[in-house]
């Protein structure tokens, strides 16, 4: 099994441009999740699925959108790219939520805004 | 108070030796703990749960002290394969109140 899968590993974007950031899990995982991760920083939540057709805010949505359309899939849309957003960006999907259930995280993308 | 506490370190051990991390977390009803370990440039991946009554997975030993409210990470016989930034994850109820901490860094040194 691939796991988690993420694409593209490295993007350089300018000041104002659009990009989605895919993410696919081939584990059948109903539980997916955005995370950016800042030099010295935590984890921080962006949006969580908690099913296909269903996704909410994390910590820190401003900036992004996503969609679910299906268990597989949850893509992240940035519509107008800020230099505040780059950072290293994790696709995460578990089996359940709640206490006992760790995350599979996809490898990242790198995402440099100029 | 940050709600999860790590010291960012470098530990730097020779082969061989043990070494212990702790993470303090500020919220007394938090649930679930764990430990994940991040490599340079990669993505973080799960390496043990912390159980109440501690537990043991190989050299490593995962330990949850409710009333100080900390958990512990120790590992036994370092390896240089061991060199990794160690985060400490706090699950308060649910997806939305999970808190990654900064993460401790560790340099085994041959």
Same mark, same amino acid.
């Given at each position: 099994?691939?796991?988690?899968?993420?694409?593209?590993?490295?993007?350089?974007?300018?000041?104002?441009?659009?990009?989605?950031?895919?993410?696919?899990?081939?584990?059948?995982?109903?539980?997916?999740?955005?995370?950016?991760?800042?030099?010295?920083?935590?984890?921080?939540?962006?949006?969580?699925?908690?099913?296909?057709?269903?996704?909410?805010?994390?910590?820190?949505?401003?900036?992004?959108?996503?969609?679910?359309?299906?268990?597989?899939?949850?893509?992240?849309?940035?519509?107008?790219?800020?230099?505040?957003?780059?950072?290293?960006?994790?696709?995460?999907?578990?089996?359940?939520?709640?206490?006992?259930?760790?995350?599979?995280?996809?490898?990242?993308?790198?995402?440099?805004?100029? | 108070?940050?709600?999860?506490?790590?010291?960012?370190?470098?530990?730097? @051990?020779?082969?061989?030796?043990? @070494?212990?991390?702790?993470?303090?977390?500020?919220?007394?009803?938090?649930?679930?703990?764990?430990?994940?370990?991040?490599?340079?440039?990669?993505?973080?991946?799960?390496?043990?749960?912390?159980?109440?009554?501690?537990?043991?997975?190989?050299?490593?030993?995962?330990?949850?002290?409710?009333?100080?409210?900390?958990?512990?990470?120790?590992?036994?016989?370092?390896?240089?394969?061991?060199?990794?930034?160690?985060?400490?994850?706090?699950?308060?109820?649910?997806?939305?109140?999970?808190?990654?901490?900064?993460?401790?860094?560790?340099? @085994?040194?041959?």
């Amino acid at each position: 099994n691939a796991g988690v899968t993420q694409t593209p590993k490295f993007r350089i974007l300018k000041i104002g441009q659009s990009m989605t950031l895919q993410c696919t899990q081939d584990m059948n995982h109903n539980y997916m999740y955005w995370y950016r991760q800042d030099p010295g920083m935590g984890l921080k939540l962006i949006y969580y699925s908690v099913g296909a057709g269903i996704t909410d805010k994390g910590e820190v949505p401003n900036g992004y959108n996503v969609s679910r359309s299906t268990t597989e899939d949850f893509p992240l849309r940035l519509e107008l790219a800020a230099p505040s957003q780059t950072s290293v960006y994790f696709c995460a999907s578990s089996q359940e939520t709640g206490p006992n259930y760790g995350y599979t995280f996809g490898s990242g993308t790198r995402l440099t805004v100029v | 108070r940050k709600e999860v506490e790590q010291d960012p370190g470098p530990f730097n @051990v020779p082969e061989g030796a043990t @070494v212990a991390f702790n993470c303090t977390y500020s919220n007394s009803a938090s649930q679930s703990f764990f430990w994940y370990r991040q490599d340079c440039r990669k993505e973080p991946k799960l390496l043990m749960s912390v159980y109440s009554s501690g537990n043991e997975d190989g050299r490593f030993t995962a330990q949850l002290n409710r009333a100080s409210q900390y958990i512990s990470l120790l590992i036994r016989d370092s390896k240089l394969s061991d060199s990794a930034t160690y985060l400490c994850v706090v699950n308060s109820g649910g997806y939305q109140k999970v808190t990654f901490g900064t993460g401790t860094k560790l340099q @085994v040194i041959p």
